[in-house]
Structure formats: C-alpha cells, structure tokens
Nanobody, 123 residues
Framework: QLQLVESGGGLVQPGGSLRLSCTSS????????IGWFRQAPGKEREGVSY???????NYADSVNGRFSIERDSAKNTVFLQMNSLKPEDTAIYSC?????????????????WGQGTQVTVSS
C-alpha cells in the first residue's frame, strides 16, 4: 500500500509555532518529491512548500521566511515547521507524493494524498 499520514496539527495562538509530520508507507519517501498543501473552507487548495528528491526546496510567497520543509530519511518522514503563524494560515494541511522526483506547488502534479491535519490559528 502507498499512503501518507500527516500529524501535528492543532490550535495555536497567532505568533506561535507548529511542526507537522508526513510519514510514508509502501514507498521510499526519499525517491520522490513531497509537497505540502493547504485548503481553507470555500477556498481552492494551494501549494505551501515542496522538497525534491535531491533536497531542493521551495515555498509559496505567503509562507516564505516563516515555514521550512525538511526530510528525515531514517524516519521516512517530511516535516513542515511553521513559525510566526497567522490567522490566515488556518486550513487543513495535507502532504502528497509527486508523480516525479521533483516538485511543484500545483496539486495536479501529485498523487497519494494524506488525509490532512487541521491547523487553527486563533486568539
């Protein structure tokens, strides 16, 4: 089976931090690009960040400088560290496996999506 499972979401105050995890089963995560996406109610799913097979990373302008993506090969896990969180970051965050070894911020370039984890930023 090929699947991804996210964890680490929750309720946090503005300015706080959360660390999301994306753990793969059924494939070696290091061999593919992995992306993080988010979707707020009534909004289209948007790309947040990705990491390629070689370790190159990219971020959406809205999170650049606040979020960071990293991979732990031994744990077969990709993390999304989220700092300086804002209310507009509230969304369901999902990770997904790229169809190739690289990455993009387009959801259409991914498959094998995780179920998502809720992130709520509110005072």
């Amino acid at each position: 089976q090929l699947q991804l499972v996210e964890s680490g979401g929750g309720l946090v105050q503005p300015g706080g931090s959360l660390r999301l995890s994306c753990t793969s089963s059924g494939f070696i995560l290091d061999n593919y690009g992995i992306g993080w996406f988010r979707q707020a109610p009534g909004k289209e799913r948007e790309g947040v960040s990705y990491i390629t097979r070689r370790g190159s990373t990219n971020y959406a302008d809205s999170v650049n400088g606040r979020f960071s993506i990293e991979r732990d090969s031994a744990k077969n896990t990709v993390f999304l560290q989220m700092n300086s969180l804002k209310p507009e970051d509230t969304a369901i965050y999902s990770c997904a496996k790229s169809l190739n070894v690289w990455g993009t911020l387009s959801p259409r370039d991914y498959h094998y999506w995780g179920q998502g984890t809720q992130v709520t930023v509110s005072s």
